[in-house]
């Protein structure tokens, strides 16, 4: 019997940066940084599920290209917290299940 309960890792990705405008987007190694985060969180074994939380239309569709999990949400949100939490509820995770805000 697994006694773990499931730990989801949510990452927000925002076109509109202040300091870095398009900074999920930008290519390094041929991959867009978002990319990069979320194979590497995805490598953790404690998490059941890794998915992107995005605003932008254009982040989405790359993210679908490249067969990541992607929640599209409001535009209007004050942080990235704000933004996993919309992803959470349209993912509709139970109480018993960790969510992990993951930064790239």
Known sequence: MNL???????IPARYESSR???KPLALILG????WHVFNRASMCPEL???ILATDDERIFSTAEKLDVPVVLTKEDH????DR???AAEALKVSQDTVVVNIQG
């Open 48 to 50: 059941t599920s890794v």
């Open 31 to 34: 991959k867009p940084m978002f």
């Open 84 to 86: 996993v939490l919309e």
């Open 4 to 10: 773990q309960p499931k730990c989801y890792g949510i």
């Open 78 to 81: 004050q942080s990235g917290t």
């Open 20 to 22: 870095f405008p398009g």
